[in-house]
């Protein structure tokens, strides 16, 4: 069975918080194409992280983003980071500056 796809270009459940809530009302400010939206969220999905790095974008488009939003649209970014041989730390930082540290321990191969 084919699904249709519809003309909006925005996700059927886009998630809370952060700039996706406001990416609608934006758009509408500044006149952007409703399939620019899943545009920036392929590229975020792909692992770009900032705004300029969004080559799909049209420069202005990306210098609005970077004006409204900050330089990214993620609520982290790492702080610090520190790696020894079993284990893998990174502390992250919240855009109120809230650290959040993250602990990965791999285990022995046997």
């Known amino acids: 069975m084919r699904h249709k796809t ?3 270009g925005l996700l059927p459940n ?5 700039i996706f809530v406001d ?13 620019r939206f899943r545009q920036v969220v392929d590229s975020l999905q792909q692992g770009s992280e900032y705004f300029e790095d969004l080559n799909k974008l049209p420069n202005e488009l ?5 004006d409204r939003f900050g330089g990214s649209p993620l609520p982290l970014k790492p ?12 502390v992250f930082e919240t855009k109120s500056n809230a650290k959040i540290e993250t602990v990965l321990i791999a285990s022995p191969n046997p």
């Open 14 to 18: 886009p998630p809370s918080g952060g």
């Open 6 to 8: 519809t003309n909006s």
């Open 23 to 35: 990416f609608q009302p934006f758009s509408k400010e500044f006149q952007v194409p409703d399939y």
């Open 62 to 66: 990306r210098g609005k983003l970077v």
């Open 79 to 90: 702080a610090f980071i520190h790696s020894a041989e079993l284990v893998d730390k990174v």
